[in-house]
């Protein structure tokens, strides 16, 4: 439906349907990542992707492209991870929020994606804002 009040085409495939959910997440990280550094009033040089989505290879490249920023994606399973270090950390285990950093950088594993291709997310994203406007 708003396909078609927006005039655009809807997606014919699952295919295209899927792609055209990708697009839209990675263009809504980038409009809320222009948020937050409004908010701030500092650049974010790098997205930090954790959870189950973290595992979306391709979302995670997109994002990179779109918001031209380097996205960091793991753990997967953070909010586990983050539970069992707040815990070490009331009862004194770990000592600050640096060294739980550090702990979760030196036991799992994490992936960088650089921005490859951001020319075609630039002008995507003038669209993709003009479109949400009118949501």
């Known amino acids: 439906a708003f396909c078609t009040s927006s005039k655009q085409s809807a997606p014919e495939n699952s295919g295209a349907f899927v792609r055209a959910c990708l ?3 990675a263009l809504t990280y980038r409009r809320t990542l ?3 550094e409004d908010i701030l009033g500092r650049r ?7 959870g189950g ?9 997109m994002t ?23 815990q070490a950390m009331a009862v004194g285990e770990i ?5 739980a950093r550090e702990i979760v950088c030196a036991s799992f594993p994490v992936k960088a994606y650089e921005p ?3 020319k ?3 002008e995507a994203y003038v669209r993709f804002r003009s479109l949400a406007q009118n949501v």
């Not at 953070?78 to 270090?85: H, K, V």
């Open 23 to 25: 697009d839209s997440l």
């Open 95 to 99: 000592r600050s929020l640096s060294e």
């Open 34 to 36: 222009q948020g937050l």
């Open 53 to 61: 989505g973290c595992q979306n290879e391709l979302l995670n490249q």
């Open 116 to 118: 490859r291709e951001t």
């Open 120 to 122: 075609p997310w630039d």
């Open 64 to 86: 990179a492209d779109a918001c031209g920023r380097t996205v960091v994606a793991g753990p997967v399973e953070a909010t586990a991870i983050g539970n069992i270090l707040v």
């Open 44 to 50: 974010i040089d790098v997205i930090h992707i954790v």
